[in-house]
């Protein structure tokens, strides 16, 4: 009788385990003899050896096909996790019972079946198999956690070919199990492949109308059923509503939307599903928040500009500074709407957090010091010219920010940009290449030379003179006014260095353009829409935190 299930395994003095079976019948031990991590036995048997041992087993009654009846490690479980269809359809011919459900792990039930078990691992093969004896509804069912086979193929597995299998059986790719998490919620943060599919699957094209496209969506497990954003009322009463919600890996609550933003899955934005969301929340709420920052920081940024050139105590300054002043306590209340604490923000801090801190204090602090020259007090800080400058050149860089959301100036931008962060390795390389010449120039020309005699000479031989001088090379206009004055012998090691810098400084600027107008500007320009709907929808769920706004709160426009 094979009917058995041994005991642990002994373990002696040394430690050492012996008549070790994991806890497995015989049988199942017959199937899969080789469970990776545990170890392996029978390694001498072939696999038709092992295949006509298990049929001479069966064939003779001593092992029952379906023992034990709910513990998680059966045969058939095993079959399907190892993906042997062989060793299946031999259980299968004698009497395995394939719709057998067991206890999996620590679940209360014994509602995870063959199903879950293939798609643990990935195992399509064993789907086909099973697809020939049961319909699809065979492959929708659900274990005792509330997971589909989808779900457990995304905790595991997460096979792309396996999980195309299930949903041509219409396993529900956005049902949400126990945890409150859905296969399309996984999907976004294991397999944004597969989240693709799922949400193509909610939109069709119908038919053409009056030159324009019309088509059917369904925000079903992405947007909807919407739920209230106060616990304990009930969407509607209090006009306040929000997107369905999801768990992520960690636990914590969020949404389709956010997942999208924080797992940075860009591709899944040009959907037609996501598209038409993203138009929708534009319409109905976001353009107006939006344009209104848009002007409230631009008055902020014209009235700072006019009041750091404006005449003191001219009637000009007079209202710049006033303006300035309200403009960046409209920013300031701005800033303080957003439904972020100060500790979440400074956690999840970005450079655009930074410049908008820098601005809200470094605005009020010039019309601080403005203010005080026209009173006649003298607090002229160190530097304070060029701060003045470095505030312009920021502000006008976030303004540029604002300006990348619309969709005329907005995959422009991001083109401009990605190209940039693409030039910086190359701009590393140069870097070098610069430093190391400048050591050699200076080394060079004051090796056996004294300050005094070098004073003497019409060109500066600083540090910084050679470099401003190597910099004014490479903007195209090279001469050799470096070298006049100087000894016969260090005028041909100058020259030397000269034309070596230019060849090599040439060389890596040449490849910086070749790469920029070849492969990496395909790349860039080819990305340039997702990311621009990308930075689009994380600013506009920036804006959704506005509960008091009418179209954030009720989601009305969903339905229209």
Known sequence: DWDFIPPPAWVDSEGERHLEAWCRTPLTLLVRPDEG????????????ERASLLQDVLSSGCADPNFPPLYWSSPAIHAC????????????????NLRQSVEWGLQAEPKFDLVHAAAFNGQEDILRYLREDFPPS??????????????????SSKDMGTARFLLEQEVDGFAFNHDKRSPLSMAIEVLPELAQLLLEKKSRFEYSWWGMDVYWFSYDGVVLPLEPRNDGDACGLDGSCGPVQVRDQNGALTTIENLIIENEAKPLLETALMLDLID????????DMYWSRVAKFTLMLGATFVSSIAETGSLVSYVAQLTAVSAWALNLQVEVSRSKSLQERLKNLNILDVLDYFHLTAVPLLQALLLAELAGVDVHLPGEPLAVGVLQISLSLRLLSYISISRALGPLCVTVLAMLYDALRFSGLLIIVFFGFANGFYTLIHYGNTEESLAALDFDYSYTGIMTEMGIWLCGQAGLDVVQGLSEETQVGVQLLFWTFLASSYFVLLNLLIAIFNTTYERIISNSIPEWLYVKLATMLEFESDAENPGVQKYDWLAG
């Open 37 to 48: 991590s545990l170890g392996a036995a029978m390694r001498a048997a072939s696999q038709a």
């Open 81 to 96: 996790l190892e993906g042997d269809v062989v060793s299946l359809d031999q259980l299968k011919e004698n009497g395995c």
């Open 138 to 155: 065979f492959f929708q069912r659900v274990d005792a956690l509330g997971n589909n086979a989808l779900h457990t193929l995304l905790s």
């Open 280 to 287: 929708r929340k534009w319409r109905n709420f976001a353009s």
